[in-house]
């Protein structure tokens, strides 16, 4: 009993990881289900049908890839835009900074699907036709105010007189830039450009909104939810997710082996 | 050596300093680099809030168009027609997050005190459900909560659901399509919203105030009541706001693990804009959604007494 | 005057830098020799820094004209300026190891070969094997001959050099300052150094400009600065000072001053321009200076020595030397230093004794200004 009691924050702590990934687990399994009907909720037997032919359901790949597409230029379009205010709001006096503070933050205080409703009116309203551009738009918007603020956290622990060194030894502003600003806050820019990613990824609301009759992966997934559940979603899913993972930990493995031979 | 010395400047007749002035270009770098986005936040979010205002107060129909007629009327029949799923928002919402704090706080703690090296490995789990298609795994509790699957079956024999049904949370032994489910739901999709934060701020508490603390005659439990809860406000703020906001406005849960007794405002607003097109009731719905959350929020960060909000 | 060319010489003329209402530097004429040590000596807030960054160029001056030679530079932007700067806290590139960021001034203008100059500057710094290490690899001192060595590699005109040492402990400190005055001398260029260190103003440099509230409180040697203070600023600051308040009974080439009742002479050309009959002057005079006799012998004291009599207050022995503090009814808490040589046994708390100096030891100051100017409080000690 006191062995519990001494170690209740593990165990409740690990409780909620188990919490956190039995739906993975679940996703994972049945991705080797042979499901009776049109959905795949319940185990009936093993099969690995749907790993060999990922791309057998009508559609799907193809929303997958649009996904992909938009994710890369929904983060482009956020790190540069993003970057740049980041470093405005550190570096630089000028006025309505509040306005400008509120401005990137509302955004991120703001209900998904408020900011859905009313972009699709504004398209409504401007009569622009919905499909991949407007998607594209919405979600470098959304996007933004996140890569504003991992940058800006970097940034902001910067010494400026890194870059008066280097303006010191003979760097104009573009090398400053490009040899010293740039390589330092790469940290910072590369986790709001991974955040970037992932939530354009991943994003349904707005999306659902604005996408008119576009598909993109989780409207896909969105749509068989009524329709009915390919196994080829299970692969999909948990396919990313050891991917994912695996990139993860050569990361890990390859930053340990570079601190190693830098102190050798 | 050296003959060269100074006087100290003009002593006698002061003479005007002629003022050198940083040259305008210098001046508007900030305002060339926020141009871009911030007019890209002007045009695409707050220009749309705009457009919403005024179609909330509009009337008409899709075939004769509609029209700017400052009819307020919208927002007291919308809100009289929908309070019930605004108010059951706001309460699924509200008991996600404390549900998130209360199983995301140990979880954040464990990782940032007690997990040594399996810290990172920790971390890479706790993330690494983000790669995995939330819908996906959103339906994946469809099977975990399925009738007389491996977990209700559990949760019967051990008369949980008898206690839930009593209270109105569950439906006799079924999970799925109840408020239970959809909370259950939240939650789970909201936790690493939580967790993120609270174990930065754990991760930035020196570990020797623990130490200081227990010296000064403080048992764990006061230790902790005393240094490490407030110490992390910053991130049980935070957290709290970033499952709380996404939380209100979701109907993703609703619609895929309740029933239409469990609809959210977020999934009036969703049938209300793209299957009924009633677009002046779905606009001031979103309005009266955006400015609770934002009343609460700003009450919650002044009572919290924080202006950072991740 | 001097056969020395002035060519490279560092000229400021009217230079001041103003932030909204504030004014961190006044308007200011400053002319530092090629070829000198000149450290800018003055607590933090006086603008020294801001004096090094507008001749760095990292600051834009509000008015006034800083010329390298014969060269208006003001308006170059600091990579135009054959002017090298090593940082407080050195600014080294985390990102790049040691011999890129030495390398790293000589690449950006265009050097391709570069290894044999990072070579011999390594050796210049002793860091020949530390080539390949990151920066946060090595210890604070070596991080300093780094920043040295990445603006020295450059052979600029003049090496500012911004409280380089100030992250340094006491012991390195010391060994970093003639670290830094041997590579002044090899390499001959103009170094100018700002430190609130006095003692460490007064071990490195040829000059030393004193600075407070944005001005230059009074420019020379070390030794000069140190026994002609001209301001009570100085006095305090640089060393100790014990400043009596008096009142002048005669003027001429001796000026003789009452204080406490006994009378006390002071050099007149050692003492300030407004020296007149029956007004004040602040008479100092260094506690190393002063010999401390118990009141029992003080027959024994020869003639003609300036003499105070007082009571110790407190003695604390530092080795050396031994540290009395004595009141005395000329002034309170007057601080006296005696060598170990022969103690007096008697010379403890409770003492009468009498203070005594050659009359040539002492200055006297305009009394109208605040007699603690300078003081180092607690807070400012570092």
């Not at chain 1, 006191?2 to 739906?23: C, D, E, F, Q």
């Amino acid at each position: 009993m006191s062995w519990i009691r001494k170690n209740l924050v593990v165990i409740a702590g690990l409780l909620t990881l188990a919490y956190m990934i039995l739906p993975n687990v679940v996703v994972m399994v049945f991705s080797f289900n042979k499901p009776n009907g049109r959905f795949n909720y319940s185990w009936q037997q093993f099969s690995l049908d749907a790993w060999k032919d990922p791309c057998g359901v009508a559609d799907m790949c193809e929303s997958l890839t649009l996904s992909l597409q938009l994710a890369a230029w929904s983060t482009v379009g956020a790190v540069v835009l993003g970057t740049m205010i980041a470093f405005a709001l550190v570096r630089y006096r000028f006025r309505a900074r509040g306005a400008i503070n509120s401005l990137i933050f509302l955004p991120m205080a703001m209900p998904e699907v408020v900011m859905a409703a009313s972009l699709l009116t504004l398209f409504l309203n401007m009569g622009i036709e919905l499909g991949f551009w407007t998607v594209l738009i919405a979600h470098i918007m959304f996007c933004l105010s996140f890569v504003v603020t991992a940058v800006k956290a970097r940034v902001m622990s910067m010494d400026p007189r890194l870059e008066e060194a280097a303006r010191d030894l003979y760097a104009g502003p573009a090398q400053t830039f490009l040899r010293v600003t740039l390589p330092i806050a790469a940290p910072g820019i590369a986790a709001g450009a991974l955040l970037a990613f992932a939530l354009s990824f991943d994003d349904f609301i707005i999306t659902n909104f604005n996408a008119g009759s576009t598909v993109t992966f989780p409207m896909f997934v969105w749509g068989s939810a009524q329709r009915g559940t390919p196994v080829q979603i299970n692969v999909i899913g948990t396919a990313m997710f050891v991917l994912a993972v695996l990139m993860v930990v050569a990361g890990q493995i390859i930053t340990n082996r570079r601190k190693k031979t830098a102190t050798a | 050596m050296t003959t060269t010395l100074t006087k100290e400047a003009a002593p006698g007749p002061v003479e005007e300093p002629v003022l050198r002035k940083p040259p305008t270009r210098k001046r508007l770098v900030p305002y060339w680099l926020l141009l871009p986005g911030i007019l890209w936040l002007l045009v695409f979010f707050a220009l749309p809030l705009v457009y919403q205002a005024s179609t909330s107060v509009q009337t008409g129909s899709l075939e004769e168009g509609f029209q700017v007629t400052w009819h307020f009327q919208t927002y007291v029949d919308a809100f009289t027609e929908y309070w019930p799923q605004l108010l059951r928002s706001l309460l699924y919402a509200g008991t996600a997050t404390a549900l998130c704090l209360l199983l995301g706080y140990p979880l954040a703690y464990l990782i940032a005190f007690k997990a040594g090296r399996w810290r990172n490995l920790l971390l890479v789990l706790v993330i690494a459900p983000f790669f995995t298609s939330f819908l996906i795994r959103t339906l994946a509790w469809k099977t975990i909560l399925a009738d007389d699957s491996l977990v209700v079956d559990a949760l019967n024999a051990l008369h949980v659901l008898d206690v839930t049904s009593w209270l109105g949370w569950t439906e006799g032994e079924r999970v799925l399509a109840t408020p239970m489910a959809v909370v259950c739901g939240l939650t789970y999709n909201f936790l690493p919203f939580m967790i993120l934060p609270l174990y930065t701020s754990l991760e930035r508490i020196d570990g020797r105030l623990h130490e200081a603390a227990q010296d000064l005659y403080a048992s764990p439990a006061t230790t902790f009541r005393k240094v490490t809860f407030p110490l992390s406000m910053p991130g049980v703020v935070s957290g709290t706001l970033l499952t709380f906001i996404p939380a209100s406005g979701d109907y993703v849960n609703a619609e895929l693990l309740g029933s239409t007794d469990t609809k959210m405002i977020g999934n009036v607003i969703q049938s209300q804009f793209l299957r009924v097109l009633d677009y002046p009731t779905a606009a001031a719905l979103s309005f009266i959604l955006m400015a609770i959350v934002l009343l609460m929020v700003t009450v919650y960060i002044r009572k919290a007494g924080t202006e950072d909000l991740v | 005057m001097t056969d020395k060319t002035t060519g490279g010489d560092v000229r400021l003329t009217g230079i001041s830098k103003t932030y909204g209402s504030f004014t961190a530097v006044h308007p200011l004429d400053l002319t530092i020799p090629q070829g000198s040590f000149f450290a800018l000596l003055g607590a933090s807030g006086c603008g020294k820094t801001t004096t090094l960054r507008m001749i760095a160029g990292l600051e834009d001056p509000s008015s006034g004209t800083v010329f390298l030679g014969d060269r208006d530079v003001t308006d170059l932007p600091p990579y135009k300026r054959p002017v090298n700067t090593v940082f407080q806290s050195y600014a080294l590139f985390p990102h790049m190891d040691i011999s890129e960021n030495i390398a790293f001034g000589l690449r950006r203008r265009g050097i391709k070969s570069v290894k044999k100059q990072v070579d011999d500057m390594l050796e210049l710094v002793q860091l020949g094997d530390k080539a390949r290490h990151k920066p946060h690899q090595l210890s604070g001192g070596q991080q300093q001959r780094v920043a040295v060595a990445r603006a020295l590699i450059n052979h600029p005109q003049v090496l500012l050099l911004d409280e380089p040492l100030g992250a340094l402990d006491l012991k390195l400190r010391r060994q970093m300052q003639l670290e830094l005055k041997r590579i002044q001398t090899e390499v001959g260029i103009t170094f100018v150094h700002v430190t609130h260190d006095q003692e460490e103003a007064m071990t490195m440099a040829d000059q030393v400009a004193v600075m407070n509230g944005g001005r230059v409180e009074q420019l020379g040697a070390p030794a000069d600065l140190y026994e002609n203070p001209r301001t009570t600023f100085v006095a305090n600051f640089l060393g100790t000072s014990n400043l009596i308040e008096a009142e002048v009974v005669e003027t001429g080439s001796e000026v003789v001053v009452t204080a406490g009742g006994g009378r006390l002479r002071v050099p007149g050309d050692r003492c300030t321009d407004a020296v007149r009959q029956g007004g004040k002057l602040l008479v100092g005079v260094r506690p190393e200076k002063i010999s401390l006799t118990h009141a029992d012998d003080a027959g024994a004291i020869a003639d003609g020595r300036n003499q105070v009599t007082g009571r110790i207050a407190d003695s604390s022995f530092i080795g050396v030397s031994t540290q009395y503090v004595v009141n005395s009814p000329a002034g309170a808490e007057l601080q006296v230093y005696e060598q170990n040589i022969e103690r007096d046994a008697r010379l403890r708390p409770g003492a009468e004794v009498v203070l005594h100096w050659n009359p040539a030891h002492t200055f006297g100051l305009d009394a109208t200004q605040d007699i603690d100017a300078g003081v180092e409080t607690v807070e400012d000690a570092s």
